[in-house]
């Protein structure tokens, strides 16, 4: 890893929301996991919901603050997306399926800093 690779990160105004979008994508995909294989109540199913809200949230500022400072590319736009359109639709087919689609999510995020960087 390149030694000024964070503090690249922390001072772009935009890449800190994708930042963000990582750790509570991290945070949602483990709570789906457990309610798909332990325990699905009514309060875990609102805490994934609200935490989908908060990084469709995380990207929607990303977008912002990108067309501020710099200029959206079309995998920008791609990327979010597909976490607005594919993800909550693919809740409607299996489970597995949801969660795999959700992991493709998690390697598309690290892409956009990738890119940026």
């Not at 309060?43 to 935490?51: M, N, T």
């Not at 977008?63 to 990327?79: A, F, I, K, R, S």
Request: one cysteine or more; glycine letters at 4%; a positive charge.
């Amino acid at each position: 890893m390149e030694p000024t690779l964070i503090p690249k990160i922390t001072s772009s105004p935009s890449l800190v929301w994708v930042v963000a979008a990582i750790g509570f994508y991290i945070i949602n995909i483990f709570l789906g996991l457990f309610m798909a294989f332990r325990k699905r109540t009514a309060q875990s199913l609102k805490i994934h919901r609200l935490l989908f809200y908060t990084i469709a949230f995380c990207l929607g500022y990303y977008l912002l603050m990108n067309q501020t400072h710099d200029e959206n590319t079309l995998l920008d736009y791609l990327v979010c997306l597909y976490f607005i359109t594919i993800v909550p639709f693919s809740k409607r087919w299996d489970i597995l399926v949801h969660a795999f689609i959700a992991a493709m999510g998690l390697i598309l995020l690290p892409l956009l800093i990738v890119l940026r960087i």
